[in-house]
């Protein structure tokens, strides 16, 4: 059962996809795309190329867990996914995401002007692998 996880930007989207098995990230990269639309035609139809199950979207979350306008960009792409045709869409807090995602770059010695669209697809590896391991 693949799954797909889906760190969502305003220019870049990172993605990720497990293995077969659901168990660990398989793949992990950028989509450029700053049209909400057009992008979800494009997740829609790369779910079902490679057979993915259940998207993991990622929902930001202000510190003290309420929700500001990032989090209902989210959830109107959620919406958006699915008339697409896409499958099951989870909601995932992916309230760290992004800053780990920057510190492990920077811990592996990449410079921030150099990582900036790498770090998105990080991001979407830790939302992938934080549903995974909730699964278990």
Same mark, same amino acid.
């Given at each position: ?10 220019? /870049?989207?990172?993605l990720a996809v497990s293995d077969e098995?659901?168990? %660990?990230?398989?793949? =992990?990269?950028? &989509?450029?795309? #700053? @049209? ?9 139809a790369e779910a079902e190329k490679r057979?993915v199950q259940t998207l993991v979207l ?11 306008? /990032? ?10 996914? %699915?008339?697409?045709? =896409?499958?099951? &869409?989870?909601? #995932? @807090? ?43």
């Open positions: 059962m693949r799954i797909m996880a889906i760190d969502l930007g305003d220019e /870049r989207t990172g098995l659901g168990i %660990l990230c398989g793949e =992990a990269w950028t &989509v450029k795309e #700053w @049209d909400h639309a057009r992008l979800a035609r494009t997740i829609a057979g990622g929902l930001p979350r202000n510190m003290d867990g309420t929700e500001g306008p /990032r989090a209902e960009k989210s959830r109107a792409f959620r919406e958006m996914l %699915l008339q697409e045709g =896409a499958p099951e &869409v989870v909601m #995932w @807090d992916e309230r760290r995401s992004s800053i780990e995602a920057h510190q492990i770059l920077h811990a592996n010695g990449k410079r921030e002007k150099k990582h900036r669209s790498t770090v998105d697809a990080v991001a979407a590896s830790l939302i992938l692998e934080g549903y995974l391991a909730s699964r278990r």
